[in-house]
């Protein structure tokens, strides 16, 4: 707790009418003793009235490490963000929240916070659905309502120049860019988006998207502030400079390109296909009510790339985030139109590592691109020594030393903790190619590994059109048919030997890897067949696949890599769940690190 708060009670805030009268002096010389931060979380809050009083706005990009508090405070169903709002306001350096009426999460963030009294000033902002003259009016009171309130917390005035001053006029932007909409843009989309693309992103998501028109040139003509009637000739008195403000400001507000949240949304698609995006990355929010389905009917049409991404209020996924989106740069650009190394002189060896949850690989190709040698090693709980011991034993293998390695190209999960590469690229862009490879009929590799599974759409030439990854839960992973097969105490050999050798379907209805786990438990005491069992959990992976496959309008010839490809039982799910054959390669396991070789023998001029 910082000293000044340690050091006062906890003051009453100050959300409503009358709010001059209730601010107690100390809250209101707190204030002032340094420049009030007002944090806000949607485009539409009034970030330029509030500039008028000289705040500071900011907007709300965190994520918690953990939603205890928020948990305990409000319903565990609140989405992501709202539980992440509430952690963030009961920091101790968080003072002021300004929150607009946007769904029922943000009503209940707001009753929570005021039950909670953990913020100086907060304040709910009743914003119109409609953007008509009437809605217009509504929202010219709430911004009255609101001016009152700060004057009252602070005891500032309103300086019309000031806020006229704060407006930064929109831009209609035509440089190449990638564009991220949909919901809130938290901190590990924002700091992975800057990190993946080469190019500069445009954040039009909910906080990031404010694009209000410069104020018209009559504004500044009005006096900065109210006349002081005492000294003035009170007789005779000029416009009000608030008056004038909120009258336009109020429909300016409103007249941005609508969020999902507003009536009429058919202006979001001058958002799409705008010169110069290069791509859309699309972010919703878990349990968003608003953003979920916009993707799914935008993104069937878009004349631009777009990637869906989901956050849920936490930094948790910020590793596989960062993969996405890197992997989404590289099919924006094209791999080897990014990286150029020179092969020097004399022959040419490429070498590959995969280092993967559950595998590390590594492969080394001559300059014809012919596998020399290759090596699969358990990753263990040390990744990095696993890839030390790859590399070390396929050089011994391919009898060559580091030194005569051209190119050393990373690759998977661990590849920015594997020492001495040249460089990395993800594991979705190296399954892509090092499938072409393996099978170059291709048009989808179906990779399921130890922790996590993804579809991958390719083009003629190997190249990702598009994919998907679950990497959240444990469902359609090669983990989910492991703990299977320790509920029915079965080597996971002997457990996809016998998957093999069902006679009767039998439906396992959950995908959740406990409830699935009790579903086992009541069939096994039920005396069911074993054999049907693991039929019905490979059928159970398989229906996850489809899900997935999906979403990116997958089509054969299919194809399977990682490790669950070696059960032949899942195999069969997934050919009859896709409704086509799934082939597999007997070096499948290798696909990502041979990939990886490829595509850097290709980037050798
Ligand atoms: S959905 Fe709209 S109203 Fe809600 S926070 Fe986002 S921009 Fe604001
Ligand atoms: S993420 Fe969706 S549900 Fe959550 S506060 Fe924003 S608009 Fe509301």
Not at 208 to 220: F, Q, T, Y
Not at 435 to 442: F, G, I, K, T, V
Not at 533 to 556: F, M, N, Q, T, W
Not at 564 to 587: C, F, K, Q, R, Y
């Amino acid at each position: 707790m910082s000293p000044l708060r340690a050091a006062m009670p906890r003051p009453t805030p100050v959300d409503a009418q009358g709010a001059r009268d209730e601010a107690p002096e100390s809250v209101r010389t707190r204030a002032l003793d340094r420049a009030p931060v007002v944090h806000y979380a949607c485009k539409y809050a009034p970030v330029e009235l509030l500039a008028g009083y000289g705040a500071v706005c900011e907007p709300v990009t965190y994520e918690a490490d953990s939603f205890e508090e928020a948990d305990r405070l409000a319903h565990p169903n609140l989405c992501g963000f709202g539980k992440s709002l509430i952690s963030y306001a009961l920091r101790d350096d968080v003072h002021a929240l300004v929150l607009t009426s946007c769904c029922d999460v943000m009503r209940r963030v707001y009753d929570v916070l005021e039950a909670e009294r953990c913020l100086d000033f907060l304040f709910l902002v009743d914003l119109p659905h409609l953007t008509g003259p009437a809605e217009r009016r509504r929202l010219e009171a709430e911004l009255r309502r609101l001016a009152s309130a700060w004057e009252g917390f602070t005891g500032a005035s309103f300086d019309v120049g000031r806020a006229l001053a704060s407006f930064e006029p929109p831009v209609a932007r035509q440089d190449a860019r990638v564009t991220l909409l949909g919901a809130h843009g938290p901190d590990s989309l924002l700091e992975a988006a800057a990190e993946a693309f080469d190019v500069p992103v445009e954040n039009l998501t909910c906080t990031g998207g404010r694009r209000v028109v410069s104020p018209p040139a009559r504004l500044g003509r009005v006096p900065r502030q109210r006349p002081c009637h005492e000294a003035c000739d009170a007789q005779v008195p000029g416009p009000d400079p608030m008056d004038a403000f909120v009258q336009w400001y109020a429909g300016a507000l409103l007249d941005q390109v609508p969020c999902l949240r507003m009536a009429d949304v058919e202006r979001r698609s001058e958002q799409i296909g705008t010169a110069g995006q290069r791509g859309i990355v699309y972010h919703t929010m878990k349990f968003c009510d608003y953003y979920g389905f916009e993707y799914l009917s935008v993104s069937a049409d878009s004349p631009v790339p777009m990637l869906k991404v989901e956050t849920d209020g936490t930094r948790q996924s910020a590793g596989q985030l960062s993969t996405r989106l890197k992997a989404f740069d590289e099919t924006l650009v094209g791999m080897t139109d990014q990286m150029r190394f020179s092969a020097g002189d004399g022959p040419v060896y490429v070498m590959g590592v995969d280092s993967g949850s559950t595998s590390t690989d590594a492969v080394v190709v001559d300059g014809e691109g012919t596998v020399v040698a290759s090596v699969i090693l358990p990753t263990g709980s040390k990744a990095t020594e696993s890839a030390r011991k790859a590399i070390e034993q396929v050089l011994e293998k391919a009898g060559i030393s580091r030194d005569q390695v051209t190119l050393a190209v990373a690759t998977g999960y661990g590849r920015d903790s594997i020492p001495d590469m040249d460089t990395s690229i993800t594991e979705i862009t190296c399954h892509a190619r090092g499938a072409h490879a393996l099978a170059p009929e291709a048009m989808t590799i179906v990779d399921i590994g130890g922790q996590d599974s993804k579809v991958i759409k390719l083009d003629r030439d190997g190249g990702v059109v598009n994919f998907v990854m679950n990497d959240k839960c444990a469902a359609g992973t090669g983990r989910f048919l492991e703990m299977m097969a320790r509920t029915m105490e079965l080597p996971l050999d002997e457990f996809c030997r016998q998957g093999l050798e069902w006679k009767k379907d039998v439906k396992i209805s959950s995908m959740c890897t406990v409830f699935a786990e009790s579903e086992v438990v009541s069939l096994v005491a039920d005396d069911t067949p074993v054999p049907d069992i693991i039929h019905g959990l490979d059928r159970s992976v398989a229906s996850k696949i489809r899900s997935l496959a999906k979403r990116v309008k997958a089509e054969p010839p299919y194809l399977m890599t990682g490790g669950v490809a070696n059960n032949e039982g899942v195999v069969a799910a997934i050919g009859e769940a896709l409704g086509a054959p799934v082939t597999t390669s007997e070096d499948s396991q290798l696909c990502g690190a041979l990939g990886a070789a490829l595509l850097g023998l290709e980037a050798l001029d």
